[in-house]
C-alpha cells in the first residue's frame, strides 16, 4: 500500500552534482528506514546509502564523502545528494522503504528506479 516515485535522475557531467528525491504516498503506520540502491544492466544491485528512522546513517564506502542522504519529513520525501560524480556512479538508482503498514506488518518496497548518467 505503499508508493515510492522517484525523480532528479538525468544526465550530469564528471564532477557534477545531481540530487535524487524519493516521495512517499500511501497507507503507512510508520517508516523504520529509507536506502537508496543502485543496479548497472547485467550487475548485482549495490547498496549506496541508508537512514533509520532514529537519525542513523550507514553510506557505502566508494561514495562516502560524496553523498548525503536526507530526509524532509513534512513532504515525506528522501533524498540523495551526489556531489563529485564520476562515470563509474552511471547506473539506475532505486528507493527502498522499511517500514509498518497501517494493518501493523512490516513491510518493504521499492521504487520504479530512476536513470542516472555521468559523462567523462
Known amino acids: 500500500q505503499v508508493q515510492l516515485v522517484e525523480s532528479g535522475g538525468g544526465l550530469v557531467k564528471a564532477g557534477g552534482s545531481l540530487k535524487l528525491s524519493c516521495a512517499v504516498s500511501g497507507s503507512y503506520f510508520r517508516v523504520n528506514a529509507m536506502a537508496w540502491y543502485r543496479q548497472v544492466p547485467g550487475n548485482q544491485g549495490e547498496f549506496v546509502a541508508r537512514?533509520?528512522?532514529?537519525?542513523?546513517?550507514n553510506i557505502e564506502n566508494s561514495v562516502k564523502g560524496r553523498f548525503t542522504i536526507s530526509s524532509d519529513n513534512a513532504k515525506k520525501t528522501v533524498y540523495l545528494q551526489m556531489n563529485s560524480m564520476r562515470p563509474d556512479d552511471t547506473a539506475v538508482y532505486y528507493c527502498?522503504?522499511?517500514?509498518?503498514?497501517?494493518?501493523?506488518?512490516?513491510?518493504?518496497?521499492w521504487g520504479q528506479g530512476t536513470q542516472v548518467t555521468v559523462s567523462s
Open positions: 537512514m533509520t528512522r532514529g537519525g542513523t546513517t
Open positions: 527502498n522503504y522499511q517500514g509498518t503498514g497501517s494493518d501493523t506488518k512490516d513491510s518493504n518496497d
